[in-house]
C-alpha cells in the first residue's frame, strides 16, 4: 500500500494555498497537514512535523526562501522541498537544489505537472521540464566546486578578473602598482585556493564562477 504523504505549504496566498490542498488530496496519496503564510510559522512546524513534502512559495515578505531552506533541509533531511516561483526560472534551479530543494516549479504549471513531479519524488527521480533541455539548459557543475573562489583577497579577484579578459601580466603590475614578481606571487597564492595547477584552469573556474553569479543575480 503506498504511503500518505504528510505534506506542509507554504505561502503568501491562503486562497491559492487552499486550492493547492485540495488537489494534493483528491488522489488519497496526499494529506497537507499545516498550511502557513510566514516563514517563521512555516519553519517552525517543519522542523516539529518534519513532513515528507514542503511546497514553498520562492519569495516571501520576509524574504527568499533561500534565508531559510538550509535550516529546513539540515533539521528536516529526509523532507523534500518543491519550490513555487512566479515565473519559469531555470537559473534558480541548481541553486535552490545545493541548499537542498528537491524540483523547482512555476506557479503557472498545471496540477497535472505538479502532481507528476511529486510522483516522480516518490519513486526517487527529479524532473525537469523538458523546455528547458530544448531551449538549452544544462546543468552546471556544482557551486560548491567553487568555494576556492569565495576565498580570493579584492586583489586576487581583481588580478582573475583581468586575465580572464586577456591582459597581460606586465599590464595588471601597471594597473596595480606592484611589480611583475608580486603578480607571479599572486598567482601562485591564487591558484592554491582554487585549487589547480595551470593558469587555463584557474581561468575555466574562475570564469565558470564568474557565470553562475550572472545568472544567480541578474
Known amino acids: 500500500m503506498m504511503k500518505v504523504w504528510r505534506v ?5 496566498h491562503p486562497t491559492s494555498m487552499l486550492g493547492t490542498k485540495l488537489i494534493l488530496e483528491e ?23 518534519k513532513p515528507d513534502l514542503v511546497l514553498a512559495d520562492y519569495q516571501m515578505p520576509e524574504g527568499n526562501v ?16 518543491i519550490i513555487m516561483t512566479e515565473e519559469e526560472d531555470k537559473e534558480l534551479f541548481q541553486p535552490l537544489l545545493e541548499l537542498g530543494a528537491s524540483g523547482v516549479l512555476s506557479k503557472g504549471a498545471s496540477s497535472n505537472q505538479l502532481l507528476l513531479m511529486i510522483e516522480s519524488l516518490r519513486e526517487g527521480f527529479l524532473s525537469v521540464p523538458l523546455k528547458w533541455i530544448q531551449r538549452g539548459y544544462r546543468p552546471v557543475t556544482s557551486t560548491r566546486s567553487l ?71 541578474a
Not at 8 to 12: A, K, L, Q
Not at 29 to 46: A, D, N
Not at 173 to 178: F, H, P
Request: charged residues 25%.
Open 147 to 217: 568555494e576556492g573562489v569565495m576565498q580570493l583577497t579584492q586583489t586576487e579577484m581583481f588580478i582573475m578578473e583581468r586575465i580572464v579578459q586577456g591582459i597581460t601580466y606586465d599590464k595588471i603590475a601597471l594597473e596595480i602598482e606592484v611589480s611583475r614578481r608580486s603578480i607571479d606571487n599572486y598567482l601562485r597564492k591564487i591558484y592554491v585556493k582554487l585549487e589547480v595547477t595551470t593558469r587555463a584552469q584557474a581561468i575555466e573556474k574562475y570564469a565558470l564562477f564568474s557565470r553562475q553569479n550572472k545568472q544567480i543575480y
Open 66 to 81: 533561500e534565508t531559510v531552506l538550509p535550516e529546513m533541509k539540515n533539521n528536516s533531511e529526509h523532507s523534500h522541498f
Open 27 to 49: 488522489g488519497g496519496g496526499l494529506i497537507v497537514q499545516g498550511m502557513y503564510s510566514t516563514w517563521s510559522e512555516g519553519v517552525r512546524e517543519v522542523l516539529e512535523m
Open 8 to 12: 506542509v505549504i507554504v505561502g503568501c
